[in-house]
């Protein structure tokens, strides 16, 4: 099998590295799609801990949530500085 490499994704994996290789390693045809289908049933955040956050609750607690955008324009440099950090 010929490794594909036509999709991109970007960041870590804290836990679970032997599902991503799994999928990975997953039989595909002619078109690239797998011989036999995968699912991904749960996606979301997690930190460096493994503490999981679903998609939907980060949506929640988003929506909740109300920031001028002085104060979001703030959190996006402090989180922009924090991703730096963390990747040199």
Do not use: W, Y
């Not at 490499?5 to 799994?22: A, E, P, T």
């Not at 036999?36 to 955040?45: A, E, F, N, R, W």
């Amino acid at each position: 099998m010929m490794p594909c490499f036509l999709q991109q994704v970007v960041g870590r994996v804290h836990l679970g590295m032997d599902i991503l290789d799994k999928l990975n390693n997953t039989e595909i045809d002619f078109k690239d799609k797998p011989v036999i289908p995968v699912t991904i049933s749960s996606c979301g955040l997690t930190d460096a801990q493994g503490t999981h956050e679903s998609v939907e609750e980060t949506a929640a607690a988003l929506a909740k949530q109300t920031e001028t955008p002085e104060q979001a324009a703030a959190r996006l440099q402090a989180d922009a500085a924090t991703v730096k950090d963390a990747l040199q």
